[in-house]
């Protein structure tokens, strides 16, 4: 038998450039859809280029059976700031 940790979905995204003030700006948005958990992944680079972004990326966590509006409005939120920024790259699931 699963527990709830099992039924749960982890992944994680970027936008190459993106600043870190809009990557915050993203996890406050999605923070709005209930039962949805984000964070920021830490830059890793070892060396410094103004035009990379301070953040690594960002997790998206949400349990397994999540709400199908809610799903739509999490990708609605990510297709709002990737059509203005760039598109998304997975990272890992």
Do not use: N
């Not at 700006?25 to 958990?37: F, T, W």
């Not at 709400?67 to 699931?93: C, N, P, T």
């Amino acid at each position: 038998m699963q527990t709830a940790q099992e039924k749960q979905l982890r992944y994680q995204i970027k936008c190459s450039g993106l600043p870190l003030a809009v990557y915050r700006e993203v996890a406050a948005h999605l923070r709005q859809v209930k039962g949805v958990e984000i964070g920021l992944i830490p830059q890793q680079l070892q060396r410094f280029d103004y035009c990379d972004s301070q953040v690594g990326g960002l997790w998206i966590h949400y349990p397994e059976g999540f709400d199908l509006v809610d799903r739509q409005r999490v990708d609605r939120i990510l297709a709002y700031y990737g059509d203005r920024y760039g598109a998304w790259e997975l990272l890992s699931q």
